[in-house]
Structures are given as C-alpha cells and as structure tokens.
Nanobody, 122 residues
Framework: QVQLVESGGGLVQPGGSLRLSCAAS????????MGWYRQAPGKQRELVAA???????NYADSVKGRFTISRDNAKNMVSLQMNSVKPEDTAVYYC????????????????WGQGTQVTVSS
C-alpha cells in the first residue's frame, strides 16, 4: 500500500511564506512525476506545480515566480515553497504521484494525499 502524506499547511498572512511537504511511503521502487494540486470551494482541482523524476518543472501561471517545487528521489519526497502568498492561494493542497513503480514488474497510477489546508488571510 502506497500512501502520500502532506504536511506544512496552515494560516499565513498575505505576502508571507509557507512550505508544504509530501512524503510517499510503502512499496515504492521509483516515482515518475509528482505534483501539487489545489482545490478551492466550488472550484475544480487545478495543477499548481509538477516535477519529473529528472527535475523538469511546470507551474501554473498564477504561481510562477512565487512558488518553487522540488523533490528528493531518494526519500520519495516533494515540497512546495510558497512565497509572496495571496488570498487567492487559499485552498486545500494535494500531493500527487502519477505513476509509481511498486515492484520489479508492476506499476500503480494516480495516487493522492489527503490534502492540507492553506489559508491566506489577514
């Protein structure tokens, strides 16, 4: 059983910083791409940032220049450094792993963490 657990969410003032972390555990040989998604009430889940196993990154236009995604392949962890946060960043943030090699010949797909709340407010 593979599990993704997020941490680091909370309340932060506009302009402040927050760092989210996600640790994957279980039967894991390797993980392809990992990413952070967010979902605000009444809105669909959207991609915030993604990173491949090779380190290539992709960011939503709304967070580009403010957020930085990184990963540690050896530890099966991915982080999101959030700087200069805005009220519109308020959402539940989810960690995602799109493809996980769980054995020598098996792969599993589309794993999600339980989510962590980020609230940006004065």
């Amino acid at each position: 059983q593979v599990q993704l657990v997020e941490s680091g969410g909370g309340l932060v003032q506009p302009g402040g910083s927050l760092r989210l972390s996600c640790a994957a555990s279980g039967s894991i040989f390797s993980i392809d791409a990992m990413g952070w998604y967010r979902q605000a009430p009444g809105k669909q889940r959207e991609l915030v940032a993604a990173i491949t196993s090779g380190g290539n990154t992709n960011y939503a236009d709304s967070v580009k220049g403010r957020f930085t995604i990184s990963r540690d392949n050896a530890k099966n962890m991915v982080s999101l450094q959030m700087n200069s946060v805005k009220p519109e960043d308020t959402a539940v943030y989810y960690c995602n792993a799109d493809k996980i090699r769980i054995s020598r010949y098996e792969w599993a797909y589309d794993y999600w963490g339980q989510g962590t709340q980020v609230t940006v407010s004065s």
